[in-house]
């Protein structure tokens, strides 16, 4: 029997196809309950304040790159989404005199315009929000060297290698209201996935790439970073794909309660902590992975409770 229509774009794939039980069970999750779906493997963290979350985000950044050597290069995977943690790494780099001689770093994404990758010029640019925010405030004696910067592009296969000449110790991600990290999207419901989403192995054979962007991933970003201005956003994205993903070493999804809502952020952390893997919810599928952590601004969580606005 095939899987109901999503009530959010009925060509796509998303959370709304999901057993309805599931539903239910993760919109009665308290904070509490959260906290304990921690088990091997998955660990759930929480902050008091804003501030005490943004820093322990640019800390990973420190963390990863004072390990890297000559022999032995260290990076870390960082979103757009949140970027407050951004200028944060910039001044612990200044302020402790980190070299960033050895260290690299990869986007997770970037906008797919006109058969390339976005040029930096666009305002919307993945390259040049973490050089404007994080990497042209550090000192140059420190910097990271160019090349050590990798950014997806039209042609991946640079992109892709670059994993193989560095470790990563930590990919870290936002949550999406359409569950994603970086720009994993469900897929649309068409051909072979017209009765069931790509099986949870299939998903994760994707590698970096090219995707269609779910209608409720264009509207979020129109509503964080244009204004609510939808025609704005890039339909297609280049971005991440979960063969690099499980090269991290560390999974770190970092929710400070503005990119998703109280219910996706305890719909993906269930789904995880239960094993339940499926591909109409990508977040889930790092049930898989053998390191994630879920960090939680605790007055970010909210409530499922119905009020009316």
């Not at 800390?59 to 995977?77: F, H, M, Q, R």
């Not at 870290?172 to 990290?181: D, I, M, R």
């Not at 790509?198 to 264009?218: K, M, N």
């Amino acid at each position: 029997m095939s899987r109901p229509l999503s009530t959010i774009a009925p060509a796509w794939w998303d959370y709304t196809t999901l057993e309805p039980q599931l539903l239910q069970d993760a919109a009665r999750l308290s904070e509490k309950d959260l906290a304990q779906l921690s088990r091997p493997g998955f660990e759930i963290k929480f902050y008091d304040t804003l501030a005490e979350f943004f820093l322990a985000e640019a800390l990973e950044y420190i963390g990863a790159w004072k390990a890297s050597t000559p022999d032995n290069p260290v990076g870390i995977c960082g979103p757009i989404g949140p970027t407050e943690q951004l200028p944060l790494v910039a001044q612990l780099v200044n302020d402790l005199e980190v070299s960033l001689a050895n260290a690299h770093f990869w986007g997770m994404d970037e906008w797919f315009l006109n058969g390339r990758e976005a040029p930096e010029s666009h305002p919307l640019s993945f390259a040049r929000a973490d050089k404007e925010l994080c990497f042209n405030k550090i000192r140059p004696d420190l910097a990271i060297p160019e090349a050590n910067l990798h950014f997806p592009a039209a042609d991946v296969g640079e992109y892709e290698n670059s994993y193989s000449q560095a470790r990563c110790a930590v990919m870290q991600g936002g949550q999406g209201e359409v569950k994603h990290w970086a720009f994993n999207d469900p897929v649309r419901r068409v051909g072979e996935f017209q009765d069931a989403p790509p099986t949870p192995a299939e998903y994760r054979q994707l590698g970096t790439r090219v995707v269609e962007l779910h209608p409720l991933t264009l509207i979020q970003n129109a509503r964080t970073s244009g204004g609510g201005n939808i025609p704005l956003v890039p339909t297609h994205a280049l971005t991440v794909g979960p063969k690099q993903t499980w090269q991290a070493d560390k999974v770190s999804i970092w929710h400070p309660g503005h990119h998703d809502n109280p219910f996706g952020m305890r719909l993906s952390a269930l789904m995880i902590s239960k094993n339940l893997p499926d591909s109409s919810v990508p977040m889930s599928l790092l049930a898989d992975h053998p390191n994630v952590v879920f960090h939680y601004f605790r007055g970010g969580i909210g409530s499922c409770e119905t009020e009316m606005h």
